[in-house]
T-cell receptor, first 113, second 117 residues
Framework: DQQVKQNSPSLSVQEGRISILNCDYT??????FLWYKKYPAEGPTFLIS?????DKNEDGRFTVFLNKSAKHLSLHIVPSQPGDSAVYFC????????????FGTGTRLQVTL | GAVVSQHPSWVICKSGTSVKIECRSL??????MFWYRQFPKQSLMLMAT?????????EQGVEKDKFLINHASLTLSTLTVTSAHPEDSSFYIC?????????????FGDGTRLSIL
């Protein structure tokens, strides 16, 4: 049972344009959401997070939007840069489970010149 | 920033061998560490939660006698894959929770690629 889903396995965006990565979840008990970036043969690196009490969080070129009613979040990267090319995972934490994370399946972003 | 070191990064060994993977938090004390497994093109699947000074909590379907976890200090957790077989070949990643950080973030190691021949 995949509680966190990233339905797009890959995405290609031109440098300078906006990248939008999507994530859907099914468990309404999730109260905190995170995005991680991962290069091959490396561990994930934390990018940005959002609490369920907010609908938007921004950090530089990265913005995460949360739509609780739709159980949907998205990561916007603007402008996209070639160094952003990586696999992006969304993750969610559930109330009362400390830091236990449930990960999505990942979206491979390719930023082209 | 916070760093988690994981060793070794790559292991190739014969079937039946036991393999130990170490996970260290380098600049913070981690009472809780996590072990994940990732198959190619799939998500990170949590295997177990490692708590300093107590037994690990395993996720459903993970054999605790197969994947031995020891968290003997606040900066070190080890995962031992006992009597490894080819189906155990995978990418194993640890993370450590920083209890002092905002929202107690998890910091990940760079993973261990385990290949069983």
């Amino acid at each position: 049972d995949q509680q966190v889903k990233q339905n797009s396995p890959s995405l290609s965006v031109q440098e300078g344009r906006i990248s939008i990565l999507n994530c859907d979840y099914t468990n309404s008990m999730f109260d905190y959401f995170l995005w991680y970036k991962k290069y091959p043969a490396e561990g994930p690196t934390f990018l940005i997070s959002i609490s369920s009490i907010k609908d938007k969080n921004e950090d530089g070129r990265f913005t995460v939007f949360l739509n609780k009613s739709a159980k949907h979040l998205s990561l916007h990267i603007v402008p996209s840069q070639p160094g952003d090319s990586a696999v992006y995972f969304c993750a969610a934490k559930r109330v009362g489970t400390a830091s236990k994370l449930t990960f999505g399946t990942g979206t491979r972003l390719q930023v082209t010149l | 920033g916070a760093v988690v070191s994981q060793h070794p990064s790559w292991v190739i060994c014969k079937s039946g061998t036991s393999v130990k993977i170490e996970c260290r938090s380098l600049d913070f004390q981690a009472t809780t560490m996590f072990w994940y497994r990732q198959f190619p093109k799939q998500s990170l699947m949590l295997m177990a939660t490692s708590n300093e000074g107590s037994k690990a909590t395993y996720e459903q379907g993970v054999e605790k006698d197969k994947f031995l976890i020891n968290h003997a200090s606040l900066t070190l957790s080890t995962l031992t894959v006992t009597s490894a077989h080819p189906e155990d070949s995978s990418f194993y990643i640890c993370s450590a929770r920083d209890p002092t950080g905002v929202n107690q973030p998890q910091h990940f190691g760079d993973g261990t690629r385990l290949s069983i021949l």
